[in-house]
Structures are given as structure tokens and as C-alpha cells.
């Protein structure tokens, strides 16, 4: 049974830092991506970071240059570090998996087979 399980969200002020994590169990980082989405209240889903297996990593517009996105194999356990805050990046903030052509298309999470729980990300100004 495949489980995610994401943590390290927290209240910050504008300009902090947070690192989240997701941890994968029944699930290995050899294949396909992970991405980093996230909900805020009366807004769509959206996609944050993804990073696949071999490494390449994709980030919205809105977080490039502040947020980076990686991953242990040996731990399967992916990661958002998250920088520069702002108020705008509150929100719940989810962990999922995907593989094949998924991938491609995952700015909106659609297909991704496993989700992890959330984490929510308050920042405030």
C-alpha cells in the first residue's frame, strides 16, 4: 500500500522559511515524479515544483528562484524548501506521485495516482 505522508508546514512572517518534506512508503523514487501542489481558500489547485527521477526539476513562475524542490532516493523522501515567503504562498500544500506521460502535463495535478495529506503553509506580512 502506497502512503505519503507530508510535513514541515508552519506559520512564518514574510520573508521566512520553511522546508517541507514527504515521505513515501510502499512507493519507490525510481521512476516516474513527484510534485509539490498546493490549494488556497477559493483557488484552484496548482502545481508548485516537480522533480523527476533523473533530476530535472520544473517550478511555477510565482516560486522560481525561491522555491527548490528535491529528493533522497535512499530515504524516499522528497523536499520543498521553501524561501522568501510571502503572504500569497499560504496555503494547504500537498505531496503526490505520478508516473509516465502524467508527468508531463502535472501544473494541475491531474492523473497523479498517490497524494499525500497536506501540510498547511501560513505566512504573514
Known amino acids: 500500500q502506497v502512503q505519503l505522508v507530508a510535513s514541515g508546514g508552519g506559520s512564518v512572517q514574510a520573508g521566512g522559511s520553511l522546508r517541507l518534506s514527504c515521505a513515501a512508503t510502499?512507493?519507490?523514487?525510481?521512476?516516474?515524479?513527484m510534485g509539490w501542489f498546493r490549494r488556497a481558500p477559493g483557488k484552484e489547485r496548482e502545481g508548485v515544483a516537480l522533480?523527476?527521477?533523473?533530476?530535472?526539476?520544473y517550478y511555477a513562475d510565482s516560486v522560481k528562484g525561491r522555491f527548490t524542490i528535491s529528493q533522497d532516493n535512499a530515504k524516499n523522501t522528497a523536499y520543498l524548501q521553501m524561501n522568501s515567503l510571502k503572504p500569497e504562498d499560504t496555503a494547504m500544500y500537498y505531496c503526490?506521485?505520478?508516473?509516465?506521460?502524467?508527468?508531463?502535463?502535472?501544473?494541475?495535478?491531474?492523473?497523479?495516482?498517490?497524494w499525500g495529506q497536506g501540510t498547511q503553509v501560513t505566512v504573514s506580512s
Open positions: 510502499g512507493y519507490t523514487f525510481n521512476r516516474g515524479c
Open positions: 522533480i523527476y527521477t533523473g533530476g530535472s526539476t
Open positions: 503526490a506521485a505520478a508516473s509516465g506521460l502524467i508527468c508531463a502535463t502535472w501544473t494541475k495535478g491531474e492523473g497523479f495516482k498517490y
